[in-house]
């Protein structure tokens, strides 16, 4: 079993910049990809960006190029830096670990709420 918790989140203005983590527990971290979803009310949670154990990074099409995910395997941490923030930036960032080969090993943060003000 894999807690994660979310933490960073909070207003900023539109053009700002935020860092938001995920400390994990349990499990083995680095058998696990970390990712970072978002999710707004009446919208599907969406994939922001993930990072494998060896480091290799996907980004949605909306976020690359001003989204960062990285992670830290001896701090069991993962983080994604957010530049130019604009107003369709702002969802519930949630954290996910998923096992690199048993798939149903998938686990969730309770999320942290990120605001953009335009």
């Known amino acids: 079993q894999v807690q994660l918790v979310e933490s960073g989140g909070g207003l900023v203005q539109s053009g700002g910049s935020l860092k938001v983590s995920c400390a994990a527990s349990?499990?083995?971290?680095?058998?696990?990809?970390m990712g970072w979803y978002r999710q707004t009310p009446g919208k599907q949670r969406e994939l922001v960006a993930r990072i494998t154990p060896d480091g290799t990074i996907t980004y949605s099409d909306s976020v690359k190029g001003r989204f960062t995910i990285s992670r830290d395997n001896a701090k069991k941490s993962v983080y994604l830096e957010m530049a130019s923030l604009k107003s369709d930036d702002t969802a519930i960032y949630y954290c996910n670990a998923q096992h690199i080969v048993i798939l149903t090993l998938d686990y969730w943060g309770q999320g942290t709420q990120v605001t953009v003000a335009s």
């Open positions: 349990g499990g083995t971290f680095s058998v696990y990809n």
